[in-house]
Structure formats: C-alpha cells, structure tokens
C-alpha cells in the first residue's frame, strides 16, 4: 500500500528551485529599484532647472524686479514656490508662480529633511567646477555620493 504525499526528495528539489528563482529575481528587482530612482531624480532636475530658467527669464521680460548687480536668479528654491509679485501687471498683489512644491532629491537618506534642503545648490558667481550657494539659485545637483547606472555620479547629472 502507498502512502499519499511528497518524499524527502522532491521537496528538497522544489525548494533548491525556489531559491535559484529567487537569486536570479533579486538582482534584477534592486535593478529596477536604482531605474526608477534615476528616473525620479532625472524628473526631478528637470522641473526645477525649468522652473529656475523661467523665473530668469521673467526677471529679463522685467515681469519680476531685479537690482542692477543681481543676475535675475532666485535668491532660493522656496521663492520659486511662493511665488513673487509681477511687476509688470497693473493690479496689484497679482503674483507668478514656478513650481507647486519643490521635488525632494530621490537619493537624499533623511526623509524628514524639507525637500529644498536635498538639493546642493550653485550660485551665478560659483565656478563650475566648484559649485558653491550663494545669493541666488543657479542651478541644483544632487549630493548623493553614489554613482549612476551609467557610470557618472549623481552630482554631475
């Protein structure tokens, strides 16, 4: 008479399966994990270097006042979220805005600091080979110290 059930064997099989699966999985979701990161902080640079241009541009249309000695950048990336009063429309209190809310920086490991602070910041006067705050935004890089899946470290994207 024979038993009804799985031997010894064949579990040990199945399981022996289940774990190659499994380490073949793995690599490949942490893949897809570091992609979509990417993705964000790509997203992310994009709508704040827009946002930025386009407040310099509007202080160059003369929608925003600007001093002489100042180059028409943000003083901070808050600014670009208040908005700021146009100078050129005839009523007043009429403001423009830049962005909704600031992106926070997708590599940045403290997720209760304010998304402004994620970003590493680049005045106007800062060489670019040193990129140092200033009295205006530039332009933003992320302080991550890790490096892409393309090879360049996520501060120079």
């Known amino acids: 008479m024979r ?3 799985f031997t010894l064997i064949e579990l040990v099989v199945t399981v022996a399966i289940v774990a190659l699966l499994a380490t073949a999985v793995l690599p490949s979701a942490q893949l897809m994990y570091q992609r979509q990161k990417e993705s964000e902080l790509r ?11 386009e407040y310099h541009k509007a202080a160059e249309e003369g929608h925003i006042k600007k001093d002489a000695d100042k180059s028409g950048y943000p ?6 979220v208040d ?21 926070r ?5 403290d997720p209760t600091a304010p998304p402004a ?3 590493g910041q680049r005045a106007y006067a ?8 200033g009295d205006d935004v530039f332009d933003v890089y992320s302080r991550s110290t890790r490096i892409g899946l393309n090879g360049i470290p996520y501060h120079d994207w």
């Open 3 to 5: 038993s009804k059930g």
């Open 43 to 53: 997203d992310a640079l994009r709508t704040i270097r827009t946002a930025i241009d």
């Open 75 to 80: 003083p901070d990336l808050q600014t670009l």
């Open 83 to 103: 908005g700021v009063d146009d100078a050129s429309s005839p009523k007043e209190g009429v403001k423009i805005y830049f962005l909704r809310r600031v992106p």
């Open 105 to 109: 920086d997708p590599f940045w490991p």
């Open 117 to 119: 602070d994620t970003w």
């Open 126 to 133: 800062s060489p670019i080979d040193d990129p140092q705050p």
